[in-house]
């Protein structure tokens, strides 16, 4: 069941800026989210950049040691969210990252906030294309 809530364009211009790689300068690699944390507007009606909730790749190893630990602590005990978070892993071939989407769904969160952020999620995944890897999270 959808719920009608818009996506903002600023959610999509950072979808777009953390999936597609453009051979970029230092400074701008630097500048580069690691991860982003999404959540609705006042009103419900639209999902928004949360202010403040990012990671950039230049703060890795300088003001940050483990960005995913640092991730998992800017999302919220009690509410809903949802999260971009640009995984970096190693395969026997080579070293990868890939996107990931998630939906923070704490168990302490009210039940209408849990509800409004399940039926809007195909809203911003339809603004997601090519996310191969998705997850729902109910605790750290």
Request: hydrophobic residues 35%.
């Amino acid at each position: 069941m959808a719920s009608g809530v818009q996506v903002a364009d600023e959610v999509c211009r950072i979808f777009y800026d953390m999936k597609v790689r453009k051979c970029s300068t230092p400074e701008e690699i630097k500048k580069r989210k690691k991860a982003v944390i999404f959540c609705l507007s006042e009103d419900k009606k639209c999902i928004i950049v949360e202010e403040g909730k990012e990671i950039l790749v230049g703060d890795i190893g300088v003001t940050v040691s483990d960005p995913f630990k640092l991730f998992v602590q800017m999302l919220p005990e009690k509410d809903c969210r949802y999260a971009l978070y640009d995984a970096s892993f190693e395969t026997k071939e080579s070293k990868k990252e890939e996107l990931m989407f998630v939906l923070w769904a704490p168990d302490q969160a009210p039940l209408k906030s849990k509800m409004i952020y399940a039926s809007s999620k195909d809203a911003i995944k339809k603004k997601f294309q090519g996310i191969k890897h998705e997850c729902q999270a109910n605790g750290p």
